[in-house]
Each structure stands twice: as structure tokens, then as C-alpha cells.
């Protein structure tokens, strides 16, 4: 019998209508703290483990057992500073993004996704598709009609660093949620990017494979530690990464090969 949870939905998507009406208004920030490790895994591990999550855990609310659309524009200084820091291994570092599930959608979230080592705070506010437009243009003044701290303080950083669109990362997820520790596993596969074109909601765009086809990105998402049933599930065979979809995307659209 499957365990008992809490539904979870895509970080932030998981409010109904009259809730988002009131939210829109508000603005308000999203707060999600957890530990984050990320692996490379093969595709016959990814149906497997998948396979036996699929007995014990939930799919979260928007995950049919097919998988579900991701597409992130994110931004960088001038001088590159979320990729440079990354790459240097700098522990305490942020990154900043849009992202959508739907090209349809009337709303984008902004994120900010502040890391310390494998602890994550991520802070998502939804925004209007009109300002994230406006955003894709170079147009911050736009994150000053929210009353929101953290569009506030993101508009300082763009402002004083010089943000910009620097690629866009598509890919389909598989995710399964368990409410104990707030325990969260995903399967990223099919990844592409983009640096050419960074119109986020252009269906069009010719998007670069970043992976063998073969290969899949497994992210455990967690409070505190994973209990041991279900850390015997996901054992795999593939290897631990430290480089997230975004530094990949911003390698010169090189596929990886493992």
C-alpha cells in the first residue's frame, strides 16, 4: 500500500483559483528549504527505479505517469557571475530564473535559488507573462509592481550586476513527492538549450541536446536525511553530479557523452 502523503505539487503551482487570485494581488514569496543532490543515471536505471517509486510513493498533482514540460530562462551578469562561481565550487551563491510549464499560461514564476553547499532556499513569485516579457527585454523596472521583497531585492541585484537572458533549458520531469522530511525525487530527461534565441515563449525555438539520450538527471530533495527503505530504492549505479542543468546549458551546448 502506497504511504500516506502530502500533495506536493511543482514547487509553487500547487494553489487553486480563488488562492492564485488573492496570491497575484499579494505577491507573495514562495519559500522552500531543503537539501538537494543531484546524479547522472542511465536510462534503463531511470525506468526501473521509477518503476518501484511508482509502488511506494505518489506522482505530485501535475505528473499523469507521462512526465510533465519544463522550460527556464535564467540570467547572468556581464561577467557571468552564477556560471563562474559555480564552476569555481564558491559554496554560497544564487541564481536567477523564469520558468513555465504552459506556453499558454497568463503567469511565469520568477525564482531565486540561493545555495550553500547541498542547502537550498528557493523563493518563487509568480509574475504577470506580460512583465516576464518585459524582463526578457532588459526591462527590470517591471519587478517593481509587485509588492514583493523579493522581486525588490532582485531588482537591486539586476540593476547593480547587469543581469541578462543568457540561455533558455527545456526538459520533461517525472516527479514523486513523500511527506516525510518533505522528500521530493525527480527524473530530468530530453534536455536542451538554447543561447540564440532566449524568447522564452516561442514554441519554435531550435533547442541543442545537453545529454546522450540515454542519460537522465535524478535530483533527491530532502529536510534532513531520507529514510532507509527508500534510500535502498534509489541507490543507483550512475555517477554523483555537481553541475546543474543551467552550467551545462551555458558549456557551448556540448553534449555530455557518459
Not at 528549504?33 to 517509486?53: G, H, M, P, Q, T
Not at 505530485?60 to 507521462?66: A, H, L, P, V
Not at 531588482?155 to 514523486?176: G, L, N, Q, T
Request: include cysteine; glycine fraction near 4%; hydrophobic fraction near 35%.
Amino acid at each position: 500500500m502506497k504511504t500516506q502523503l502530502m500533495q506536493e505539487r511543482p514547487e509553487g503551482r500547487e494553489m487553486g483559483t480563488q488562492t492564485m487570485q488573492k496570491s497575484r494581488q499579494q505577491s507573495p514569496s514562495i519559500e522552500v528549504k531543503r537539501n538537494e543532490i543531484k546524479y547522472y543515471v542511465n536510462y534503463n536505471d531511470f525506468l526501473a527505479v521509477s518503476n518501484a517509486l511508482d509502488h511506494a510513493l505518489e506522482r505530485d498533482s501535475y505528473d499523469n505517469g507521462r512526465g510533465y514540460f519544463i522550460r527556464s530562462l535564467y540570467f547572468d551578469t556581464l561577467e557571468n557571475k552564477a556560471f563562474e562561481e559555480k564552476m569555481m565550487g564558491i559554496e554560497r551563491r544564487k541564481k536567477y530564473r523564469l520558468r513555465l510549464y504552459d506556453f499558454n499560461s497568463k503567469e511565469v514564476k520568477f525564482e531565486v535559488k540561493n545555495k550553500f553547499n547541498e542547502n537550498i532556499l528557493k523563493e518563487t513569485v509568480w509574475i504577470k507573462r506580460q512583465d516576464a516579457e518585459e524582463l526578457q527585454k532588459g526591462n527590470y523596472d517591471v519587478l517593481l509592481h509587485y509588492n514583493s521583497p523579493t522581486l525588490r531585492k532582485a531588482y537591486a541585484e539586476f540593476k547593480k550586476f547587469c543581469y541578462r537572458p543568457v540561455v533558455v533549458i527545456d526538459y520533461e520531469r517525472s516527479a514523486f513527492v513523500y511527506d516525510f522530511n518533505n522528500t521530493r525525487i525527480t527524473f530530468d530527461r530530453n534536455i536542451k538549450a538554447s543561447s540564440i534565441d532566449l524568447n522564452m515563449f516561442n514554441k519554435s525555438i531550435f533547442m541543442k541536446p545537453l545529454l546522450n539520450s540515454k542519460l537522465v538527471v535524478l535530483e533527491v530533495k530532502f529536510d534532513r536525511f531520507i529514510p532507509d527503505w527508500l534510500k535502498s530504492i534509489i541507490q543507483m549505479r550512475g555517477c554523483r553530479s555537481a553541475i546543474g542543468k543551467y552550467c551545462i546549458g551555458r558549456l557551448d551546448n556540448k553534449i555530455c557523452w557518459i
